[in-house]
């Protein structure tokens, strides 16, 4: 028996339906596990058509309204972050901040854990989902892994890291301006730890890391997984936390901490294919988690980064988040990760820009 086990149930729903002159109408509906933890998500096939009755369409006026009319108050943009932001105590960190390249790594002003940076990720103000670059990214990401090694120098207890991404409003960003945000210290937000106590009862049942097993069966699939960026292995997720989930797995590595810089590169390539791929499918808002545990490998943990689209901007836009999410910790399938990553791989092509524009390169 495989160790990872994709599990779905089929369910019919009947009713009468008025526009059809009450005759009777039938759905099947397909409800999946994710493997490691049990969450659910539901999938209605007849409702794949009507993915704009759910996103709507974004509204470019509206987007560069938003975007001239924060610009002129936004506190990241220009030479900003590297005078006025916040800094740490010298003890930690000697300059107050960390500056690479154009990222600009600062304390937060309002922290949700004992050590909580924002990372601004570039001097421009907005950016389309082809505009992001993996040298943004990747400088974004040195700056963080520099301050998770400066916090795990001083403080041993501060093992659970994430990096993440809210991306305009929909994705609940309260700055237009691109920008991370770290979660650093000694407990774990709630699905971080779930994730950490299965992999681990996963690992002492099989005697092999989850995620290993994970990254296996889905090469022997083939059918949600996307393609390769270093050691990172991108996949859609069987049974996703969000709309449109793509995963990368590390293979090796369990903290942010003792990634190389190939590593970081190559995460960055990854996660600007999957921008160009959302842009294509008509998408800007998104989040994006990084998870990290120092010390988790040798309980079956590796590095894994979830990102997920969010709702569309256009006027009186709704929340793509309700009672089946937030309430019931079920998500909603609109197109099955199989035919995601099918749409995904494209993206992955080596003679593709992380634009998602046909490269000149050989």
């Known amino acids: 028996m495989a160790r990872v086990q994709f599990e779905k149930e089929m ?3 009947e009713f009468l339906n008025p526009l059809k ?3 009777k109408e039938s759905y099947d509906i397909e409800i999946r596990k994710d493997p490691l933890l049990g969450m659910t998500s539901v999938y209605n096939p007849n409702l794949r058509d009507k993915a704009k009755a759910f996103f709507g369409e974004n509204d470019p006026d509206l987007i560069q309204r938003l975007a001239e009319e924060s610009e002129k108050t936004c506190i990241f943009c220009g030479e900003k972050p590297e005078h006025s932001s916040p800094k740490y105590l010298p003890e930690l960190l000697p300059e107050g901040r960390i500056k690479v390249g154009e990222a600009v790594l600062f304390a937060n002003l309002f922290p ?10 570039c001097k421009t ?3 389309s989902l082809s505009g992001f670059r993996p040298e943004l990214l990747t400088n974004g990401f040195r700056a ?3 301050f998770l090694k400066a916090v795990h120098d001083r403080d041993a207890g501060a093992v659970y890291a ?10 609940g960003a309260s700055l237009v301006h691109p920008h991370l945000q770290m979660l650093i210290g000694p407990a774990a937000c709630s699905y971080h730890a779930r994730l950490a106590d299965a992999a681990k009862v996963h690992y002492q049942t099989c005697g092999s890391s989850y995620f290993c097993d994970l990254i296996a069966e889905e090469e022997g699939r083939g059918s949600r997984l ?3 960026t270093g050691r990172w292995h991108w996949m859609t997720a069987f049974s996703p936390m969000g709309s449109n989930e ?3 797995v590390h293979e090796e590595e369990a903290d942010a901490g003792a990634l190389s810089d190939d590593d970081l590169t190559s995460l960055a390539q990854g996660i600007c294919s999957v921008l160009a791929f959302f842009e294509s499918l008509g998408h800007l808002s998104f989040n994006f988690t990084l998870y990290s545990i120092r010390g988790g490998r040798d309980a079956g943990f590796r590095s894994v980064l979830k990102i997920i689209n969010r709702q569309n901007l256009y006027p009186n836009y709704r929340n793509d988040d309700y009672f089946l999410q937030k309430m019931l910790n079920a998500e909603l399938i609109i197109i099955p990760p199989e035919d995601l990553a099918e749409k995904a791989r494209v993206f992955f092509s080596p003679d593709l820009t992380c634009g998602g524009k046909r490269s000149d390169r050989v």
Do not use: C, D, K, W
């Not at 949700?112 to 990720?121: D, I, N, R």
């Open 112 to 121: 949700l854990a004992q050590y909580h940076p924002v990372v601004s990720l």
């Open 246 to 248: 793509i995963m990368a």
């Open 125 to 127: 103000h907005f950016l």
């Open 162 to 171: 994430t990096i993440n991404m809210n991306y305009l409003f929909p994705a």
């Open 144 to 146: 963080g892994q520099s």
């Open 11 to 13: 369910v019919r729903a």
């Open 21 to 23: 002159n009450f005759e």
């Open 226 to 228: 996307i393609g390769r």
